[in-house]
């Protein structure tokens, strides 16, 4: 076989765009790779039997504060200005997640809901975002009680099943992913654009694939017998090495999916369980494109751990070990002349695909010919 000019591994959306990036800007010929069946990585998405787009490894929301790369993806899709929701099911009710001034006035009688509102405003101001953890230092009666009840309520029994580790354990950018909010904003994010790809992202990944000098062959695992001239590796860094140094953990998840024969099943795209069941949270995709049907589509989350050959990864589990046994593989590849690796399983990295797809570019996007 002939040498590949430029070979990617997995079309996900560091995948393609690596791959959209030297076919136009470098004008170079790439073949890109996936083991899989079907593009789009984790983010593919298709249309079941009743027009809803089903997200098949759980939901996906766009969303950046970060115009170049929104420009980026605005040039091959269109978007449905969706913002993104979740409530969480707390003492019964359900509240806005992130836990905010709506949150605490929901669960609380106003006497002391005004009084806690009024120590977050004093301590943080409004509009401020404040991790669990920050807020659990405070020294201030009420906000210890209310510091801790969201601690056990939404956070500790939710990050145990899906990390299955110690809260002490887990990394504090984790749980800053989802601060206590200062505010009335009921969104999941605040970022500027957020959307779903009107099409689907599989729409979406197809389009940034679609240039004359992109070939892309699927069910193809990346073998060591490929010949190419420069490799980027968006698969498990671990893999690719034979897991010399031993595997690289993850967290996975099952997901159960449940087609029910009536319109709507729950009051937003998605709902925590932080205290209640296995699972962690359930999706109704039909929100995402306001799809239209008299049936309705959900998946259940049940977290697990990643098991080679039975189930995918999803999350690199970041803690100082596996990044330390992350940074030994890394150290292998750059004796390596032209091997890049990129993505949430390259870098290991617990990467938004934003922050995805702005790694390739900043690497990339500079350097054209
Ligand atoms: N989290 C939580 N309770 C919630 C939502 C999130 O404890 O109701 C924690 C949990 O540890 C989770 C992390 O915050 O893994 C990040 O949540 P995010 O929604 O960003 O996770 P993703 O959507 O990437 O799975």
Known sequence: MAKIKNLIVGCGFSGVTVARKIAEDFGEKVVVIDAREHIAGNCYDYWDGNRICVHRYGTHIFHTNL???????????????YQHKVKGL????????????????????????????????????FNKKVSILDLQKVKNKDLNFLAEY?????????????????????????????????????????????????????KLISKILDHPNIDVRLSTPFSKSMEYERLFYTGAI????????????YRSIKLDFIEFPFSRFQDAAVINYPC???FTRIGEYKWFLNNQSDKTVVSYEYPESFVLGENERYYPIIKDKNVELYNRYLDLAKDIPNIYFLGRLGD??????????????????????
């Open 67 to 81: 115009k170049e790369i929104w420009d980026f993806v605005s040039r091959f899709t269109k978007w449905y200005p």
């Open 90 to 125: 707390i003492d019964g009710q359900l509240v806005p997640i992130p836990f905010n001034l709506n949150a605490l006035h929901q669960l609380f009688p106003e006497s002391i809901s005004s009084r806690m509102e009024l120590c977050l405003l004093e301590k943080f101001g």
């Open 150 to 202: 969201i601690y056990q309520k939404v956070f500790l029994e939710y990050t145990t099943k899906q990390w299955a580790m110690k809260l002490d354990e887990i990394d504090s950018s984790v749980l800053g992913r989802v601060p206590v909010y200062v505010s009335r904003d009921d969104r999941y994010f605040q970022d500027k654009y957020q959307g779903i790809p009107l099409e689907g992202y599989t």
């Open 238 to 249: 671990d893999e690719f090495f034979d897991y010399r140094f031993g595997q690289l953990p």
């Open 276 to 278: 209640n069941y296995d």
């Open 348 to 369: 290991y990295k617990y990467y938004d695909i934003d922050k995805a797809i702005e790694r390739v570019i900043k690497v990339f996007g500079k350097r054209k010919k």
